[in-house]
């Protein structure tokens, strides 16, 4: 790709300026500084169009820099270039109000639409042209942070396809975050095991309480087995005892009999008085009838001893018997008692037990709550996500373009220092070294201008490399300025070499000076 | 005829173990329950009715004691009880060894009762869980009937009063007695109290609803919660639903726009949780964009009220398509693409987690460029 002629026709600070192009090296010289940048945004926004950022971001865009404050609705202006054999003609307005939009081909006539410009670019975006086809110059001024800077920039190349892209810091960036939502994750997990922790210990005491309510069951309960049931009130016992009432039976019996035996004694005694027995029987009679008294009077006697004896066992029986009530009413109370506390202890047992229940099934809740997602683990997630993916993108990129851009690299170098320099080499670490003719050097130990070098050749490899084949135009913003003059002879030799069309755009006038000492051909521009 | 049907009250249970107003909710549970018979004594209620799971757990003999004693302060209320999946009848329940006071109706096992209210021409039936599940649709073959006999003669100048059946049920779902509404609508019943979900909703109008838990319990019982006053009117039922609860649980949802800061999002907050009530109980969730360069701090949103936890979806304002467009070939442009396997383009069933991702990634790597 080419570019014939650019017109500028509002754009910054530059108004109408119109600018011839050629093939191979152009030299853009402008008055100052500004010229230069601006030309630079204007060739960017023509062939990737420019947009206001939205937001806070608009402040301090390439779109708010750049819209004049003049006729601002002629914002834009006009390139001929020249891609595969056709020639295109690109016009834009980048105003707001009057946007526009101009691809056409100039045999044909035929107008083009947006994709088609950036099929024509060669799938090239903005973000690689940035870093491949308009190049800067290392910012840095000292040893070490210019050796940073060309290492950062080296590795962000080779794995990011773009300098300004660091994915080592998004990483770092990308931990940040995700270690904020774990020490979240931690927070709520101590915080249910500190509730869950707290329920155990209900649990604990419990249980504790359980087996203690239930030893005393177990020592209770066959204790209270042994003493049998609670006896009933006993009736009328002391009527029935046996030998109280055969006592009292015979002692009936011998009442009985001395009456009869008194009775018996009156007859016969009556009898005798009244003279009525013969003669003869008298002494018959009254042998019969002392024996009938003294054998009435014996039995009256008797009679008298068996009511002592019976009256006096009563007195002892009725005195056993009493000892007998009390010791059952006092194994009734104490059975009692006991029954009570069981029954007290039992219904402890069972609301020992459901309240031992009730905290498992409540810890148990707990504990799935412990292993339920929280809003954290989704983020936590996706950042793992993010991370495995910008590794993987990462590492596809140095497979793809990492190894022949060090290649690449060590030639042009080579082609630069004629063959002092060969072979740059960029290891894991980030640590660069460059071989000289005999040995490899460390590139801490290089001089500034072979470090300028280095960078040149690997911005030139990457222009070749990540623009695929297009030979697009390259785009070099006052890159020399701190060559001396034998490397600046050999870079604008190695560039008049190249195939591809060249804009050095610079402030001095040592470029034009050292070409034309060279004998090197060139088109100078001037920036009105 | 008046009742009050409530469920789920769940008294016993920690709502939000762990967060500061933990404590305070499990007396708020309590608290609105003996609320709602205060209201019962100072209005005349015939009934309470108590689709299941009055309490969290097995309830214990101390529970059960103030229960009654509360219930027993409305002694002209007939207060029918039934235990339901989370209090269910154990073989050594507390429920089955209580006395209940005289008004008190608890229906005692699994095998559904007809019970006749001893003053009015009302029949209330219902059953008590006795397995934490069931799976058989116990509800499906009960159909109301009535004692002819029993009928009762009103008088002369007395409102007529039909009989009432009332169905007092509990579950719902596949292992709690699934229940079918259209075998419901046709089971003739007056009036279904239903408990066991604990989102209020009304499954016919005035004939079958669920009142809800009286408190709400955890983060997923948001909306309103309280109970359902039943009253005839004329010989026809009215019912209405009384908010009851003394917090709810709300989800805030806040659109964010790119112009939105920590500190206007903290207004915001502040301004929706006044306004919503200082006392409730809030999921935060942050939709719509931010501006790329703002990143929040949500923790810092738990200080403005009760807050469980807070969602962030807001994406950073990107224009994927241009983004990809200018970073195209480099690790940029190749990470957005490690997300669309066609081509660079919105569908609508994006896994959250890798919309999150592609954003955080594409955030990183833009900040640090």
Redesign the interface.
């Known amino acids: 790709m080419q570019i014939n002629k650019i017109i500028i026709r509002n754009f910054g600070k530059i108004q109408d300026c119109t600018l011839e192009l050629s093939d191979g090296l152009n030299v853009l010289s402008g008055s100052n500084e500004s010229g230069k940048t601006t030309f630079y945004h204007f060739l960017r926004g023509m062939l990737?169009g420019m947009?206001r950022k939205?937001?806070?971001?608009a402040g301090k865009d390439t779109y708010s820099s750049y819209e004049p404050w003049e006729n601002p609705d002629t914002f834009g202006g006009t390139i001929w270039f020249s891609t595969d054999g056709k020639e295109y003609r690109l016009t834009r307005n980048f105003s707001r109000t009057h946007h526009r939009f101009e691809l056409t081909e100039l045999d044909t006539g035929r107008r083009h639409t947006q994709r088609e410009l950036?099929i024509l670019l060669g799938?090239?975006?903005?973000?690689?042209y940035d870093?491949t086809v308009a190049v800067g110059q290392l910012k840095s001024v000292t040893g070490p942070d210019l050796t940073r800077e060309l290492t950062n920039y080296m590795a962000s190349c080779q794995?990011?396809?773009?300098s300004?892209?660091?994915?080592d810091?998004?990483?770092?960036?990308?931990k940040l975050?995700r270690k904020g939502f774990m020490d979240?994750k931690e927070k709520r997990s101590r915080?249910?095991e500190?509730?869950i922790d707290k329920l155990h210990a209900k649990e604990e005491i419990w249980e504790k309480e359980l087996t203690s309510v239930q030893n005393k069951l177990v020592e209770m309960v066959p204790h209270r087995d042994s003493l049998g049931a609670i006896e009933a009130n006993p009736k009328k016992t002391l009527e029935k005892e046996p030998r109280l009432l055969r006592l009292q039976k015979a002692q009936r019996i011998y009442l009985l009999l001395s009456i009869l035996g008194g009775m018996g004694t009156v007859v016969f005694l009556t009898l005798l008085l009244l003279g009525i027995p013969a003669q003869g029987n008298r002494m018959i009679y009254g042998f019969l009838w002392a024996g009938l008294s003294l054998g009435g009077v014996w039995l009256l006697v008797r009679n008298i001893i068996m009511a002592r004896k019976a009256s006096e066992r009563r007195i002892r029986l009725y005195r056993s018997l009493d000892q007998k009530e009390h010791e059952r009413k006092r194994k009734n109370r104490l059975r009692e008692k006991l029954d009570w506390s069981i029954a007290q202890l039992r219904?402890q047992e069972?609301?020992l037990?459901?309240?031992l229940?009730?905290v498992r099934?409540?810890y148990q809740a707990?504990e799935d709550l412990l292993y339920e997602r929280?809003?954290w683990d989704?983020?936590i997630?996706?950042?793992?996500?993010?991370?495995t993916?910008?590794r993987?993108?990462?590492d596809?990129?140095r497979g793809r373009i990492g190894e022949d851009l060090q290649t690449r690299t060590s030639q042009i170098l080579a082609e630069l220092t004629d063959g002092k320099y060969k072979q740059v080499s960029l290891d894991e670490q980030l640590h660069m070294t460059v071989m000289d003719r005999e040995r490899s050097v460390d590139v801490e130990q290089l001089s500034r201008g072979t470090i300028e070098q280095i960078f040149f050749a690997f911005r030139m490899a990457s222009a070749e490399l990540?623009c695929?084949g297009k030979h697009f135009p390259i785009v070099l913003d006052d890159v020399f300025g701190m060559y001396d003059e034998e490397r600046l002879t050999a870079a604008l030799t190695w560039l008049s070499r190249q195939e591809r069309q060249v804009i050095l755009c610079t402030c001095s006038d040592r470029e034009g000076r050292l070409l034309d000492e060279a004998g090197l051909e060139y088109h100078e521009l001037k920036l009105s | 005829m008046r009742f009050i049907h409530l469920a789920d009250v769940h008294l016993?249970a920690?709502p939000d173990?762990?967060y500061p107003w933990s404590a305070r909710r499990q007396e708020e549970i309590w608290d609105t329950f003996r609320q709602v018979i205060a209201t019962i004594r100072e209005e005349s209620v015939d009934f309470l009715l108590i689709a299941g799971d009055l309490f969290?757990?097995?309830?214990?003999?101390?529970e059960l004691r103030e229960v009654s004693a509360l219930f027993e302060q409305i002694p002209q209320t007939r207060v029918f009880v039934m235990a339901g999946n989370h209090d269910y009848l154990?073989e050594?329940?507390?429920y089955r060894?209580f006395t209940w006071p005289d008004n008190v109706y608890f229906f005692s096992g699994e095998k559904p009762e007809r019970v006749k209210d001893p003053l009015l021409p009302v029949y209330i039936y219902g059953l008590s869980y006795e397995h934490q599940e069931i799976t058989q649709a116990l509800y499906e073959e009960l159909v109301p009937w009535s004692d002819q006999e029993e009928f009762q003669i009103k008088e002369e100048d007395q409102e007529p009063f039909e009989e009432f059946h009332i169905l007092l049920a509990h579950g719902g779902d596949a292992r709690h007695i699934p229940i079918d509404l259209r075998a419901i609508s046709r089971s003739g019943f007056d009036y279904i109290a239903l408990g066991h979900i604990h989102k209020p909703q009304i499954l016919i109008r005035d004939r079958a609803a669920y009142s809800g838990a009286l408190e709400p319990l955890d983060r997923n019982d948001t909306g309103e919660h309280g109970y359902i006053v039943g009253w005839t009117q004329k010989g026809i039922l009215r019912t209405r639903f009384v908010p009851a609860a003394r917090r709810s649980y709300v989800d805030l949802v806040v659109d964010v726009t790119?112009?939105d800061t920590q500190v206007s999002l903290e207004e915001q907050v502040q301004t929706r949780v006044r306004s919503e009530g200082a006392g409730n109980i809030y999921r935060i969730i942050l939709n719509g964009f931010r501006?790329?360069?703002q990143m929040f701090i949500p923790?810092r949103l738990k200080r403005l009220g009760n807050v469980l936890?807070?969602?962030?979806n807001t994406k950073p304002?990107y224009e994927l398509k241009?983004l990809y467009?200018?970073?195209?070939?480099?690790?940029?442009?190749?990470?957005i693409a490690?997300?669309f396997p066609e081509a660079i383009g919105r569908s609508d069933d994006w896994d959250?987690?890798?919309e999150?991702?592609?954003f955080?990634?594409l955030q990183?790597?833009l900040?640090?460029?």
């Open positions: 990737f947009t939205r937001g806070k971001a950036e799938g090239v975006s903005e973000a690689v870093n794995g990011a396809a773009d300004r892209i660091r994915p810091k998004a990483e770092q960036l990308l975050y979240q915080q249910l500190q509730e219904e069972k609301e037990l459901s309240s229940e009730n099934s409540e707990q929280g809003t989704e983020e997630e996706a950042l793992n996500l993010a991370l993916r910008i993987e993108a990462s596809a990129i990540l695929e | 016993g920690v173990r762990g969290h757990g097995q309830p214990l003999l101390q154990k050594d329940s507390a060894r790119p112009e501006a790329p360069e923790e936890e807070i969602q962030d304002h241009e467009n200018a970073y195209r070939s480099t690790l940029i442009g190749d990470y490690s997300f959250p987690v890798e999150k991702a592609l955080y990634g990183a790597l900040e640090t460029h």
